[in-house]
């Protein structure tokens, strides 16, 4: 079972990341969009980071929507919405548990990842953060049953998919306007939202 | 990076704060980061706000006064603001009859409102949003985020802020908002790129000799890169995609806005506005009004965008009305 502590450290764990990250992914921005989801991304995890200490006694779905809509008001942008969307219906999904069991952590990322779609109305191959979260997701429902390998499985997933989709051209956010130029660059968003799946895998490990 | 700034953290709130201070007459600013009009709410006046990303001043701020926008939201530079701006800039607007957001077409734009505005419609507040989406510079189809927002918007918002002025409502405002959209278009080049304040340094390189057509207001690249031609053909490269829009016609009366991109000087926009009018008196296309300077920014960068916005008789009466805000004035 896992614990609001548990989730605790991986919302600690990816704001780690994220701020070591911060240069890359704002890098990463400049070729293809405008040089600024590493710093909203840090400004966001940062307030997280202020959040946790008076959530952690609490309910996992508390946690997760409080995250979400700290990010809505925090990050801007459109990864403000996306990621603030995704926090906020796994926090539904989890409700008032305080433990939970692989099946429900799979169910809510798939949530999670339902929010992110029909916000930014993206699809596969898009060229965004949808493209490491579709797979990502799929490889955590489809190994459940061994909740380490399937996080394992999880991670890799998001990264090929964010690799799988570099040499595309993009369709939504900023990197569209670049038309043809976008293709061989790497998406920040997918990214990111690779960043979050390793970051999932490393914190449970350790718990 | 050279900038006069104290820290890159603290930029935004500090100018909120100096503008708050040159301009006590017509402005208050106030928590979470808005800037609303002094006497907002007005009873029974349709408000009018909009909002985006730091870094285009005047754009929206500068905006904010009698016969313009009631309230402005400015995000982090080149960041879209957050829902809870829009939802207070909205609250503290509505007076009683409804609010209009004028939302630029970005994908971070778009979502951040449209929360805004599901949000205070739960609370009770009428709310209609138009999405300006003018830069001819992109194709406008299913592979990509669709037309910027870009010059259109400062049109835009003065003659919907002058028709809403005038005691029109909700209903009508928002169409004349459409209008004004159906009617302009925009597009912009670069000399040289903007630096982030929080990122440091240059968000592109581009060398002495090369200049980016179609650019958009983040620096984000446009339609090609190519080598620096003489201002009159840049000006032909950046009108006739405009007027090949089937907008345009001889006979057709326009407002034709040269605008700097935040590090050009006005004499340069004055070469380029000759030009502008050389090419539509040409084509029998009579600029009955005209905006030159830098009202829609991208920082420091040097360039300029041009807009051309048909008129009728209904938008040139607004775009004459009266208005009193930080940059813009006239009339009163």
């Known amino acids: ?207 | 990076m050279k900038k006069l700034i104290n820290t890159p953290e603290r930029e935004v709130d500090e100018a909120l704060a100096g503008m708050a201070a040159a301009h006590p007459d017509l402005i208050r600013v106030e928590e979470p980061n808005i800037i609303v009009r002094k006497d907002a709410p007005r009873k029974g006046k349709v408000g009018v706000i909009s909002g985006g990303g730091s870094g285009h001043e005047p754009m929206h701020g500068g905006f904010v006064g009698l016969g313009m926008l009631d309230a402005a939201c400015p995000g982090a530079v080149f960041t879209s603001p957050v829902p809870e701006q829009m939802l207070a800039a909205t609250k503290a607007v509505n007076g009683g009859a409804g609010v209009l957001h004028i939302v630029k077409n970005y994908t971070g734009d778009i979502m951040n409102f449209e929360i805004a505005a599901e949000m205070a419609q739960a609370e009770g507040i009428e709310v209609a949003s138009v999405v300006i989406a003018d830069d001819v510079a992109v194709k406008d189809s299913l592979y990509t985020a669709g037309r910027r927002g870009v010059g259109g918007t400062v049109l835009a918002e003065k003659i919907v802020g002058a028709a809403a002025e005038a005691g029109a409502d909700l209903k009508t405002v928002t169409a004349l908002c459409q209008k004004v959209q159906d009617n302009v278009r925009s597009m912009g080049m670069a000399l040289t790129s903007c630096t982030v304040p929080a990122a440091g340094k240059p968000t592109f390189d581009i060398s002495d000799d090369e200049m980016e057509i179609g650019i958009g207001i983040h620096g984000e690249p446009g339609r090609r890169r190519e080598a620096l031609k003489p201002a009159d053909e840049i000006v032909e490269m950046l009108v006739t995609p405009i007027l090949e829009e089937g907008i345009f016609a001889s006979g057709d009366r326009v407002l034709a806005f040269v605008n700097g991109m935040g590090g050009t000087p006005l004499i340069e926009l004055y070469v380029a506005y000759r030009k502008v009018n050389e090419i539509l008196t040409g084509r029998g296309i009579t600029i009955a009004r005209n905006l030159v300077g830098s009202y829609i920014t991208s920082l420091e960068m040097a360039g300029l965008s041009i807009t051309l916005l048909k008129l009728d008789d209904e938008l040139l009466r607004y775009w004459d009305a009266p208005v009193k805000t930080p940059a813009l004035r006239w009339g009163v």
Not at chain 1, 42 to 51: V, Y
Not at chain 1, 117 to 125: E, P, S, T, W, Y
């Open chain 1, 1 to 207: 079972m896992i614990s609001t502590g548990d989730f605790s450290r991986f919302l600690e764990t990816f704001a780690a990341r994220i701020h070591a990250a911060k240069e890359e992914l704002t890098e990463l921005d400049s070729a293809i969009g405008d040089a600024d989801h590493g710093i909203n991304m840090d400004r966001g995890m940062t307030a997280i980071l202020e959040l946790l200490p008076g959530l952690q006694g609490g309910d996992a779905g508390t946690l997760f929507k409080q995250t979400g809509m700290k990010l809505i008001s925090t990050v801007g942008g459109a990864s403000g919405p996306l990621y603030g969307t995704f926090f906020l219906r796994l926090g539904t999904a989890f409700g008032t548990a305080t433990e939970i069991g692989p099946t429900e952590l799979a169910a809510g990322f798939r949530a999670g990842l339902e929010g992110v779609i029909a916000r930014g109305k993206a699809g596969l191959d898009d060229k965004t953060m949808v493209d490491a979260m579709v797979p990502a997701v799929a490889a955590l429902e489809a190994g459940i049953a061994d909740l380490p390998s399937a996080l394992d499985a999880a991670a890799i997933a998001a990264a090929e998919g964010r690799d799988r989709v570099t040499p595309l051209v993009a369709h939504k956010g900023r990197a569209s306007y670049l038309g043809e130029r976008s293709a061989g660059h790497q998406d920040p968003g997918a990214t990111s939202t690779t960043i979050l799946f390793e970051s999932l895998r490393d914190a449970l490990r350790a718990g």
